[in-house]
């Protein structure tokens, strides 16, 4: 399992949910706490307005599954599967993912602050209009991916590539350009400012 940002453990759970034990493929407004669920079969799951709470995914397939308004607080996955999962104005703040897939993964909106994603493969996934504050992206393999009017504000990027990225119009005033890797990452003219001001560069 990595480890979770700050040394916080993973939170323990109080029940256990098996895939045999899931039967639903719709949810609305459900509240689940301190669950585990094992090898779940999520696909297709339509999502609406449920809260996890310290919640553990191992194994989980949330495949073209759709979240809308949805909260994933302080949750952990572990080799979960988000091939064509959209998550709409959702919340997955203090969430931390440990290996999975993230093809075509589509998240909108929301809020992914203090997330802990290190080393994930993201280059096929897109975040458009995200909060990311204080994420971990360490590592992260995010060639290709969108970036798109994110606020990445106190990111952790060390060592993460983006290159041929679309970054446009998100927030990388925190980043270091030395420790991050941008070639042909599409970004626009303030940005490019932030970026040379980042490397020490004078202007005019």
Known sequence: MAERRRGTPTPPTDTTVLDRDWTVNEIVGERYERTAFVDVDMADLANRGSTFTECVFRGVEF???THTDAAFLN??????E????????CKMVGSTFDGGSFDLMKV?????????MPGLDLRRASF???RMQDVDLTGARCQGAEFANVDLT???????????ADLRGSDL???????????????????AITIALALGLRIG
């Open 108 to 116: 909108i909106g929301g809020d992914w602050s203090f997330a802990g």
């Open 63 to 65: 495949n073209v599954s």
């Open 154 to 164: 106190e990111a952790w990027l060390h060592g993460a590539d983006f290159t041929k």
């Open 75 to 80: 949750c952990t996955f572990a080799r979960c």
């Open 82 to 89: 988000f091939f064509d999962a959209t998550f709409t104005d």
């Open 128 to 130: 458009s209009g995200v």
């Open 173 to 191: 005033s925190g980043i270091d350009p030395t420790t991050v890797e941008l070639t042909g990452a599409r970004i626009e003219p303030e940005q």
